[in-house]
């Protein structure tokens, strides 16, 4: 079982920037994939970004490219997602989630079984 713990979400004015972080637990987290996806009011629930740890591989949704950054501390087990020039249309709960012994990076919910419970991230206009 593989536990996730998200952090760092807020409210931020339109332009701003925030970080998050999801820490998962494990001992063999350089296989895993770790994806952030977010859900807004109403809408369904998408892919933002997935980092393959051990390879370094990166995914970003077109939405999000040259504005928000994924990396990962190894040491702390720790994913980051760097969101800077934030919108309104930003606005969602942003979910962690993982997938050990991973392959797969991108934005296929279906390949991730451990999910967090979700930040709210809110960009005020």
């Known amino acids: 079982e593989v536990q996730i713990v998200e952090s760092g979400g807020g409210l931020v004015q339109a332009g701003g920037s925030l970080t998050l972080s999801c820490a998962a637990s494990g001992s063999t987290f350089d296989d895993y994939t770790i994806g952030w996806f977010r859900q807004a009011p109403g809408k369904e629930r998408e892919g933002v970004s997935s980092i393959h740890i051990g390879r370094d591989d990166t995914w970003y949704a077109n939405s999000v490219k040259g504005r928000f950054t994924i990396s990962s501390d190894r040491a702390k087990n720790t994913v980051y997602l760097q969101m800077n020039s934030l919108t309104p249309e930003d606005t969602a709960v942003y979910y962690c989630?993982?997938?050990?012994?991973?392959?797969?990076?991108?934005?296929?919910?279906?390949?991730?079984?451990?999910w967090g419970q979700g930040t709210q991230v809110t960009v005020s206009s």
């Open positions: 989630a993982a997938e050990p012994s991973a392959i797969y990076v991108g934005p296929d919910e279906n390949e991730y079984s451990y």
